[in-house]
């Protein structure tokens, strides 16, 4: 019996640190389902509800249009100086994204981040969770971008679905 107690502690614990262990090599959006995925491989290893923009329907065209964009892209950055909880830049606008605003002769904005909640708006948090409030951004709860920034790292690819 006590082969089979320490048989079973080994293999949770194998089984718990492999999965800490999964590195996350890209990140989805579904902006409709208003879910984010974490992927390592093919396997889906955290979801987060998630709030977008004041506009969502559409990629984002230009600054102020308050549209989370689409496509693929990278996160880039994390910024030090956020006015959220933490922050994490989204490579927008890519080359394709300048063209199309050149032509339409508007700027496509940027600062595209996922974040938090405001730092003076902290109490707020429940009630920003189940609406689209951001002028563009992805937001997820404090503890959300917490486990995030602990698990992304930059450079790691972003795909962004309508």
Same mark, same amino acid.
């Given at each position: 019996?006590? !082969?089979?107690?320490?048989?079973? $502690? ?11 262990? #999964? ?8 902006? $409709?389902k ?6 390592? /491989? +093919?396997?889906?290893? #955290?979801?987060?509800?998630i709030?977008? &923009? +004041?506009?969502?329907?559409g !990629?984002?065209?230009?600054?102020? +249009? ?5 496509? @693929? ?9 956020? *006015?959220? *909880?933490?922050?994490? !830049? ?6 394709? @994204?300048?063209?199309?605003?050149? #032509?339409?002769?508007?700027?496509? &904005?940027g600062?595209?981040?996922? *974040?938090?909640s ?8 429940a009630? %920003?969770?189940?609406? @689209?409030?951001? @002028? ?10 917490d486990?995030? /920034? #602990? %698990? ?7 795909? %962004?679905?309508?």
């Amino acid at each position: 019996m006590k !082969h089979i107690i320490l048989l079973l $502690a080994f293999i949770l614990t194998s089984t718990f640190l492999y999965a800490e262990e #999964k590195a996350v090599n890209k990140v989805v959006v579904y902006k $409709a389902k208003r879910q984010m995925q974490l992927l390592s /491989g +093919d396997e889906v290893i #955290k979801t987060y509800s998630i709030s977008l &923009g +004041d506009n969502p329907i559409g !990629h984002k065209v230009e600054e102020g +249009d308050e549209r989370t964009p689409e496509g @693929d892209y990278v996160i880039d950055y994390r910024n030090p100086q956020s *006015h959220y *909880h933490l922050s994490f !830049h989204i490579s927008y606008p890519n080359e394709k @994204d300048k063209e199309n605003a050149r #032509k339409l002769g508007v700027s496509p &904005g940027g600062s595209i981040m996922i *974040h938090g909640s405001p730092n003076k708006f902290q109490w707020s948090e429940a009630v %920003l969770k189940n609406v @689209d409030w951001t @002028d563009g951004c992805i937001a997820i709860t404090n503890k959300e971008i917490d486990e995030f /920034g #602990k %698990l992304v790292k930059n450079g790691t690819p972003i795909s %962004l679905y309508p």
